[in-house]
């Protein structure tokens, strides 16, 4: 569990690519979403360190009583 991991991992797309698997099949999505993610450390202590973003969010789910409109976020983790 000692040996050294690394690893990166980045995207960026359609914001419905990745929301329309963990809404209703209904909502409207729109927007984008990108992520950068750096993996290093140990297997027995892995570090993650990254940034995810979207832009012009668009989520209406009318039974969910939900509607985000021009929506954007940034997180560093």
């Keep these: 569990m ?3 991991i690394s690893g990166t991992f980045r995207a960026s797309g359609a914001a419905k690519s990745v929301l329309g698997l963990v809404t209703p099949s209904d909502a409207e999505i ?13 297997a027995g202590s892995p570090r993650v360190e990254g940034r995810a973003g979207g832009t012009d969010i668009k989520f209406e789910a009318p039974e969910l009583g939900t509607r985000i409109r021009q929506g954007r976020f940034n997180a560093d983790f």
């Design 2 to 4: 000692s040996a050294p």
């Design 30 to 42: 729109g927007g984008n979403l990108s992520v950068n993610i750096n993996i290093s450390g140990t």
